[in-house]
């Protein structure tokens, strides 16, 4: 996901998405455990896509408190 299309979600949109992707990845790694996926590249990307997400909701709280 761009952060772009991040930037445009709404803060309570955002904690929805992260929480699916949490459960996401851990049926990933689940499954990549039992040997049942090769999905190496999928894992790295979702946890770019989270760590994007989480920057954006900092911003959004720091910017909150300067206000």
């Known amino acids: 996901m761009k952060a772009q299309n ?3 979600l709404d803060e ?3 904690k929805t ?3 699916e992707m949490d459960e996401q990845m851990f049926r990933l790694h689940f499954q990549m455990s039992m040997g049942q996926m090769d999905g190496l590249k999928k894992v790295r990307q979702m946890r770019k896509d ?3 997400m989480n920057t954006i909701l900092r911003e959004r709280e720091l910017a909150g408190e300067k206000k």
Do not use: C, W
Request: proline share 0%; aromatic share 0%; glycine share 0%.
């Open 17 to 19: 998405k992260l929480k």
């Open 50 to 52: 989270r760590a994007r």
């Open 12 to 14: 309570h949109e955002l």
């Open 6 to 8: 991040v930037r445009d």
